[in-house]
């Protein structure tokens, strides 16, 4: 029975039974062959077991929406139509970004919350089990219903993964198929959201109040609502789309008196949101990781709150700042644009709580940490690039061009990626009982981080000099750059090899190094309250000034 079970504070030993159990199903399992072994995966309610799915899932599409974004890069290497068609070329656009999103970057997050939620609420399991195993399922249908799209008459759709009309209106026999694996990944989303709602509010420890949850709990559970309040909007866009092209309506059809600009709000009303769906469980793991190799408490533990919860707020009222050049009254664009300003300060205040939470601490860089650190500095200048294109006049240049594909690249890359990667360092050893190999981990890092920014900085010059997003060609002008891009992108892809292979061979055994409570020591010192008992308490930390040299803590979080 694996050291790292969680406990159950209530006083009852349910969860002990419950590990007894699991230890009982693999003593079964060796006398029953592999078959059982499949069958609890398949049927397991365990949240450990459910977030390890998710997490598998989320890598192995992970590469599939990386193999895709390879095709994308290696055609635009050079000017002109090299490898593929540009209808393929649109489809993997769309698909790239679709698998990413909801195949790679929500699983993932979603797979971490099912690990650790109950673990630092002190509750013994999800709030729902069996609804947490049918939420993943439901993901693995619609992921694998949208790759069917690519093997239909006329490939899957290539308008983007806005699936704007009336492009997409155009798309051959994919389109249901498409619009079904949005309804089944909303669905699966909108499960998964109730399900820590439930937990967080109803499954606490006694004594742990809303305020004194780790951030990670908060960012999630801000989140959740999020998806509950902006995923059927989603849906009912895609079945408005769909009303058009097989029941004759005219939602947004223009022949028919419907309006295509309609569907840009209804889907940036979801759209927006959707891109704080997926960085404020990032702003979590960061909050719970650079404490703790900083050897300080989190900077500013309420005003982090406070921010998160005012982001999430004010998402809802900026989607307009996707279409500043559809026409829109001059009021409007004011509006959405000092909106788009005003979100900045929230973000702006986690970025200085995080610097402030470092400053003076007695740092350590292990992988976890640089990667976080990675991530405060990326996703900084992807937050100047979008106050850059929250200026209504100056949208109009950028609008399109890949000015806008470096932005989100860096708010979503550095800062989505980058962060959950850091997490699995952090929390693999907790997960395996091993340690991960170090070296390996930092060359992973440095590898990625430089050729990130190789991929996708250069892609700020092309779009302010007019180069358009989407489209196979370009002109010869900006060959180099895309070049370099391209470049980039290939030394990215090649890298994350690495963390695959790290990821295997710590569940085999990483080191040889084995993981005991005591590594967890220093995050229950620094990373939060901790459970004790009955109580949830805060610990005071040691005087900084006394430590006459960091100590060194190989890797930590909260037990």
């Known amino acids: 029975m694996s050291v790292f079970s969680a406990k159950r504070y209530d006083g009852d030993d349910h969860n002990t039974s419950h590990n007894l159990h699991e230890h009982h199903d693999e003593h079964h399992d060796d006398h029953h062959g592999p078959a059982k072994g499949i069958l609890r995966w398949v049927f397991t309610t365990n949240h450990k077991d459910i977030g ?42 769309t698909m790239h970004a679709l698998v990413m999103v909801f195949g790679m970057m929500m699983p993932a997050f979603v797979g971490l919350a099912n690990w650790m939620l109950p673990m630092m609420i002190g509750a013994p399991d999800m709030a729902l089990p069996r609804m947490n195993n049918m939420s993943f399922w439901l993901l693995v249908a619609g992921v694998l219903l949208l790759a069917s799209t690519l093997f239909m008459e006329g490939g899957a759709p290539a308008a983007g993964w806005t699936l704007y009309p009336p492009l997409v209106l155009q798309t051959k026999a994919a389109f249901p198929f498409a619009v079904f694996s949005v309804h089944l990944l909303g669905i699966s989303s909108i499960m998964g959201s109730i399900n820590i709602i439930a937990t967080i509010t109803n499954m606490r420890a006694p004594g742990m109040t809303l305020w004194k949850m780790p951030i990670f709990a908060w960012t999630w559970l801000i989140t959740a609502f999020l998806l509950i309040a902006v995923m059927p909007v989603f849906a009912g866009a895609v079945t408005m789309l769909l009303t058009d092209k097989f029941f004759g309506t005219s939602f947004f059809s223009a ?33 719970t990781i650079i404490p703790v190799f900083s050897r300080k408490p989190l900077f500013g533990y309420g005003s982090m709150v406070g921010a998160t919860i005012a982001i999430a707020l004010l998402s809802f009222v900026v989607w307009s700042h996707h279409m500043f050049t559809v026409g829109m009254p001059i009021i409007g664009e004011l509006f959405f644009m000092w909106a788009t300003i005003a979100i900045a300060v929230p973000t702006g205040m986690k970025v200085f709580n995080w610097v402030a939470t470092m400053w003076d601490g007695a740092m350590s860089f292990e992988t976890p940490m640089l990667f976080a650190i990675a991530f405060v500095v990326l996703f900084t200048i992807g937050g100047f690039t979008g106050v850059m294109m929250a200026l209504a006049p100056l949208d109009f240049q950028y609008h399109d061009t890949y000015f806008i594909v470096a932005h989100f690249h860096y708010v979503l890359v550095p800062g989505a990626t980058f962060i959950i990667m850091a997490a699995v360092y952090y929390w693999l050893p907790k997960w395996t009982g091993h340690m991960y190999n170090e ?86 010192q620094y990373g939060g309250g901790i459970v004790e008992g009955l109580e949830w308490t805060l610990p005071s930390p040691p005087p900084y000034h006394t430590f006459t040299e960091p100590p060194v803590i190989k890797s930590i979080l909260p037990h």
């Open 52 to 93: 390890t799915l998710y997490l598998v899932f989320a890598l192995a599409m992970f590469f599939v929406g990386g193999a895709m974004a390879m095709i994308i890069r290696a055609e635009l290497f050079q000017p002109g139509l090299q490898l593929v068609q540009p209808e393929f070329f649109n489809s993997m656009t």
């Open 439 to 524: 070296k390996i981990g930092r060359l992973h890092f440095w590898l990625s981080t430089v050729s990130v920014n190789i991929l996708f900085f250069p892609q700020h010059f092309v779009g302010l000099a007019g180069m358009p997003r989407r489209i196979p060609d370009y002109a010869i002008q900006f060959s180099d750059w895309n070049m370099i891009s391209s470049i980039g992108g290939f030394i990215f892809g090649a890298s994350q090899l690495l963390f695959l292979y790290i990821v295997i061979d710590t569940i085999r055994g990483g080191t040889g190094e084995k993981v005991t409570n005591e590594v967890w020591e220093g995050a229950r």
């Open 255 to 287: 022949a028919g008196g419907g309006d295509p600009v309609l569907y840009q709000h209804i889907f940036w009303f979801f759209g927006h949101p959707e891109v704080y769906i997926l960085i404020l469980p990032s702003f979590g793991v960061a909050s």
